[in-house]
């Protein structure tokens, strides 16, 4: 005879999980006791919603579904915003939660919420557990939901006196590889037909081409056909900014840099694009041919509506179609002179003696090394570093371009840094969405990981203010106070440095890193940048635009 919550753990270990994050609840108390006879972690968080979003990072940094644990009712609806986010951003995630029994009823509806019900318009898939000896299949299902594509959040409910209750022994279910079929001969003919005939042709990165799996292969593509080409903010990373045909990251929808490129276009091959994200560019009548490649087929929206598709596996189907490409493409590199003007501009003024974004950006990307990874939380400061950071590596600037939800920054960046604790970890954090989860500090130094915390302080939710300042709405209700940040670490058992003098930012980085630990820096930043450039110079090129 088997416990149902020894079956469980039995089968998320036969699954290859290594780590549960959450907070566990009475109702899951057989769960935690299965769990401590089984070589599974317990990593133990502040807040739920904080665990949601270690496990989603988890997913998409590693390509295997991250788990995470909570009670019954509070505690399972603070997965809500997790599970949004691993939904829109494409995460793979299995979330676990508990419930009152449901064989008797001696607490009546205390504390009883429909959780399944609840998570079924965030979730791929969500389930309640009604019998033990469902357990094996049900598990290997949600697993097997959360990988395919398109990746995605979980859930399963366990009562409490199912997770109590003996059964049989029950076999598990061994996994298997997930396989995708490469696009059809058919549609890779009519995609190289119209890349060989292009006069300007462009490729953009998107979310879905930073998958573990593809990115080796989207490289070469871009080196056999020396195609140009830009990301979208999910796709940096995907190949090496570094490359002499990068073009630049679409931060913004229209009326940037890179946008001269977009719109001197006559074909882009968008590869990987999720519509989820803030649109890279708009699509219009008279603008460039699309050809859409991708897992899935294209989602047809207002802004977004490709002429063509290749559908399959993105690696093979890009290798596929380089094959029909490479050493036939005569116009390969006609906008590739735009380029420098491109990146000059958006690197301008990047040194100046003051907090400016531009100055942060500059000086964490000179201590950060190629493999070093940056977690972004969501504000002003996320716009500056999807247009200023140059990435070498997929997966190495964490940002959420999706739901965009403030306070997954923390959280993300301690799953980042143990799933590798020897590549430098940095959270990038406004003090709005830094107060959100900022709990966590005591996890990160519980758990005695490596990691630098960067607050950036405005007092303000400064983007919104900014975007009331552009709509020229009176500037009200943005601004709050603020702790002491390093005597905040501190009382965590972190470190703690506040940096006031520009000259000293990138050295005081470079000490927190080098001294181990959990390290908060805390800087103040002139946001005056926002309007003068995401305003009033962009607006001032735009004339260039229409007359290109």
Known sequence: MIKGSDLLIAALENEGVERIFGIPGEENLDVVESIRNSSIELV???????????????????????????????????????????????????????????????????????????????????????????????????????????????????????????????????????????????????????????????????????????????????????????TTQMGKGTVAGGTELYMGTAALSERDYVHEAIEQADLILTIGHDTIEKPPFIMGKDGPHVVHVGYQPATVEQVYFPQSEVIGDIGPSLHALADRLEGKLPNAQSLLHLRERILERVGARSTEDRFTPQRLVHDVRQVMPYDGILALDNGMYKIWFARNYRTQMANTLLLDNALASMGAGLPSALAASMLYPQRRVMAVCGDGGFMMNSQELETAVRLKLNLVVLVIEDNAYGMIRWKQAVDKFPDFGMTFGNPNFVEYAESYGAKGTRVDDIGQFKRVLEDAFSGGGVHLVNVPVDYSENERVLVKELRERLPVILDA
């Open 44 to 230: 133990l968080t502040r807040h739920e919603q904080a665990a949601a979003f270690m496990a989603a990072t988890y997913g998409r940094l590693s390509g295997r579904p991250g788990v995470c644990l909570t009670t019954l009712g509070p505690g399972a609806l603070n997965l809500s915003t997790g599970a949004a986010y691993a939904l829109l951003g494409a995460m793979p995630m299995v979330m676990i939660t508990g419930q009152k029994g449901i064989l008797s009823s001696r607490q009546a509806r205390f504390q009883v919420v429909d959780v399944v019900a609840s998570m079924r318009p965030l979730t791929k898939l969500a389930r309640q557990i009604a019998s033990p000896l469902m357990i094996p299949t049900m598990v290997r299902e949600a697993f097997r939901i959360a990988q395919e594509e398109r990746p995605g959040p979980v859930h399963l409910e366990l009562p409490e006196d199912i997770a109590a209750e003996e059964c049989e022994e029950v076999p598990l279910i061994a996994p298997h590889q997930l396989e995708l079929p490469t696009a059809n001969d058919a549609a890779l003919d009519r995609a190289a037909a119209l890349i060989i005939a292009a006069k300007r042709p462009l490729l953009m990165f998107g979310a879905a081409a930073s998958r573990p799996r593809s990115t080796s292969d989207i490289a070469q593509f871009v080196m056999r056909t020396r195609i140009p080409f830009f």
